[in-house]
């Protein structure tokens, strides 16, 4: 198995709006904001090679949407989807799967782009199928009116049209193990309906992909929870229960939206879990 991190592209997003009810005081320490109240945010991505498989878990924003739309987000640097695979050798054809941890754009936009004439969608990954679930994949596509925003249905009904959607299992309690796709997946309702969070065993360690259950290190104390979360409630018992079974068994946290760390591992201290170690993907893949 080899694992690629794959930097889909960063953007910016409302400090306030990223820790909820924590005061600016306490979360700009670890997460700087500029004079518009906005902090560094990435959308890194994960490639698993294994076997015959080429899975891609999440896939940014994409560039479909309009100037306006991404007006919003103030991207920032040079990284894209299609630029980071061919760093890593890679092209879009040659995924097999999409797996996506949730569906609100900043996680699966990069799955549908615009048709040559730019008359409707097609897939970005002609060859590759496209993992959810059945519960999240209902949640989505009958969109609660606070969630409404961040589900576009340019960037999921081309899926289900496209005739390559499959579902994963789900669970009887949080936690699926081997899943279809050969690694194991936490499923999490605080962010969103059935959020998946792939633990991937890889050469001795496992690699968590954090998706938005830990969007960056200052979010590691347990009240640290984004305003988005549709239940912060059940995300804060969540985040207690994965941040203990990280300390306890030495997981190794890959950060999606972390844009300065890359993955880090956990300890139990005096005040809870914290911050063990930082790691770049480098440190850890080679």
Request: hydrophobic letters at 35%; glycine letters at 6%.
């Given at each position: 198995?080899?694992?690629?991190?794959?930097?889909?592209?960063?953007?910016?997003?409302?400090?306030?709006?990223?820790?909820?009810?924590?005061?600016?005081?306490?979360?700009?320490?670890?997460?700087?904001?500029?004079?518009?109240?906005?902090?560094?945010?990435?959308?890194?991505?994960?490639?698993?090679?294994?076997?015959?498989?080429?899975?891609?878990?999440?896939?940014?924003?994409?560039?479909?949407?309009?100037?306006?739309?991404?007006?919003?987000?103030?991207?920032?640097?040079?990284?894209?989807?299609?630029?980071?695979?061919?760093?890593q050798g890679f092209h879009p054809d040659d995924i097999t799967d999409v797996f996506m941890t949730h569906l609100h754009f900043?996680?699966?936009?990069?799955?549908?782009?615009?048709?040559?004439?730019?008359?409707?969608?097609?897939?970005?990954?002609?060859?590759?199928?496209?993992?959810?679930?059945?519960?999240?994949?209902?949640?989505?596509?009958?969109?609660?009116?606070?969630?409404?925003?961040?589900?576009?249905?340019?960037?999921?009904?081309?899926?289900?049209?496209?005739?390559?959607?499959?579902?994963?299992?789900?669970p009887e309690t949080d936690f699926l193990e081997n899943s279809e796709l050969g690694f194991d997946i936490f499923f999490a309702?605080?962010?969103t309906e059935k959020q998946m969070i792939p633990l991937i065993h890889y050469k001795g360690k496992i690699i968590a992909f954090?998706?938005?259950?830990?969007?960056?290190?200052?979010?590691?104390?347990?009240?640290?929870?984004?305003?988005?979360?549709?239940?912060?409630?059940?995300?804060?018992?969540?985040?207690?229960?994965?941040?203990?079974?990280?300390?306890?068994?030495?997981?190794?946290?890959?950060?999606?939206?972390?844009?300065?760390?890359?993955?880090?591992?956990?300890?139990?201290?005096?005040?809870?879990?914290?911050?063990?170690?930082?790691?770049?993907?480098?440190?850890?893949?080679?």
């Amino acid at each position: 198995m080899n694992l690629y991190p794959i930097n889909a592209g960063n953007f910016k997003l409302d400090g306030g709006a990223m820790f909820g009810v924590v005061p600016k005081t306490l979360w700009q320490k670890t997460n700087p904001a500029d004079a518009s109240n906005m902090i560094d945010i990435a959308a890194r991505c994960l490639l698993i090679e294994h076997s015959n498989r080429l899975i891609l878990i999440d896939t940014g924003m994409g560039n479909k949407q309009s100037d306006k739309f991404y007006g919003y987000y103030h991207l920032w640097g040079d990284d894209s989807l299609d630029n980071s695979l061919k760093t890593q050798g890679f092209h879009p054809d040659d995924i097999t799967d999409v797996f996506m941890t949730h569906l609100h754009f900043d996680h699966c936009g990069g799955s549908i782009k615009w048709n040559k004439n730019r008359t409707g969608y097609q897939s970005a990954f002609k060859n590759a199928q496209f993992w959810s679930n059945k519960s999240h994949w209902r949640w989505a596509t009958e969109p609660n009116k606070r969630e409404k925003a961040s589900f576009l249905k340019e960037n999921i009904i081309p899926i289900q049209e496209s005739g390559h959607l499959k579902f994963t299992r789900l669970p009887e309690t949080d936690f699926l193990e081997n899943s279809e796709l050969g690694f194991d997946i936490f499923f999490a309702d605080g962010h969103t309906e059935k959020q998946m969070i792939p633990l991937i065993h890889y050469k001795g360690k496992i690699i968590a992909f954090m998706a938005d259950l830990l969007p960056t290190v200052g979010h590691l104390p347990l009240p640290y929870v984004m305003g988005y979360d549709t239940r912060p409630l059940l995300t804060l018992s969540e985040k207690e229960k994965f941040l203990n079974l990280a300390a306890e068994k030495n997981y190794y946290l890959f950060l999606e939206h972390d844009a300065h760390n890359e993955i880090i591992t956990v300890q139990h201290t005096e005040k809870g879990v914290r911050l063990k170690n930082i790691y770049t993907t480098e440190d850890i893949f080679n």
